[in-house]
């Protein structure tokens, strides 16, 4: 029944002319993940270089895609947790860092530290051998043009965004049993300088416990935080609820005590898997059994057959 992976785009709102690059920015990820464990490749390795392929996609909010603070700026936000060790590493407010993904695995695996943030992030980017990019590689037209219309609206960012953040992420299980979890995000637009959202937070934007299973948000983060979802979804399983069950009884909490927007992804210690979201919409997609599932809206699951390679 191993391995698993399941990975999201982003739960919200999503226009309909970018329904489908959302769709195949999930499937393409969800492959290059699935033929790492295939390959015997570690849960760890898989939801990392999966994200990376979300960071690098320019239709998603996070790496190449962000969108963009109070100033026009690039400020971004990610974690990875090993299931195994409940060891974690996570960034925030990072800046001109193509994956900030990898740079959390860095935290995690070179340091004492779960979380390193702004200037001591980049600090450490640096004695890691990470090089900066500029930042207007990763700013895209999209983003600039969503920025100055929200900018010019004198609108509440958080007010008027409620469940339209675009954070990416994917859960895994390897053949060994072995579970992560991995999330990364440019945050919220117009959001205020040094705002850090439910991401880089444990418990939050991301948990993984090999006795329990995984869990990857998307969605109004600071909603999340307040009831940490990740760890409550996972709480709800080892009370013995299914990944969907959990799910489902979490994003209902959230709504029902603060009225938060989101979606998960989620899989449990024996593969068991589920995408969920009280959202309008979120891109995800999942790979098993050389079985290839997606969908962008409540309730549609589409299926077909993994090619052999």
Request: net charge negative; charged share 20%.
């Amino acid at each position: 029944m191993l391995p698993v992976i399941v990975a999201h785009g982003g739960a919200g709102y999503i226009l309909p002319d970018r329904e489908a690059s959302a769709i195949a920015g999930v499937r393409e990820a969800v492959l290059h993940g699935y033929s790492i464990l295939q390959r015997g490749g570690t849960a760890l390795d898989a939801v990392e270089e999966t994200v990376v392929l979300l960071e690098n996609n320019p239709k998603f909010n996070a790496g190449c895609g962000s969108v963009l603070n109070e100033l026009g700026e690039v400020e971004m936000d990610a974690i990875i947790m090993d299931g195994k060790t409940l060891n974690s590493g996570a960034v925030s407010a990072i800046r001109r860092i193509a994956n900030p993904i990898k740079l959390s695995r860095l935290v995690m695996e070179k340091t004492s530290h779960l979380c390193l943030t702004d200037q001591g992030a980049s600090r450490f980017a640096k004695e890691m051998g990470i090089p900066e990019v500029p930042e207007e590689s990763l700013i895209t037209e999209y983003s600039r043009m969503r920025w100055q219309k929200l900018k010019e609206s004198g609108l509440d960012p958080v007010e008027t965004q409620m469940g339209k953040t675009g954070t990416v992420g994917a859960v895994a299980i390897d053949s060994e049993g072995n579970i992560a979890s991995a999330t990364s995000t440019g945050g919220m637009l117009n959001k205020m300088v040094g705002r850090v959202g439910d991401t880089p937070c444990i418990g939050c934007g991301a948990y993984a416990d090999n006795q329990v299973g995984a869990v990857s948000p998307t969605g109004h983060g600071e909603a999340i935080m307040k009831v940490t979802l990740s760890r409550l979804i996972l709480f709800h399983m080892e009370q013995g609820k299914s990944p969907k069950e959990a799910a489902d009884a979490a994003l209902g909490y959230m709504y029902e005590r603060v009225q938060g927007l989101a979606g998960v992804v989620v899989v449990d210690k024996t593969g068991d898997w589920s995408a969920r979201f009280n959202s309008r919409q979120m891109s995800w997609a999942a790979a098993k059994n050389n079985q290839l599932h997606y969908g962008i809206y409540k309730d549609q699951i589409n299926t077909e057959p993994i090619p052999k390679t």
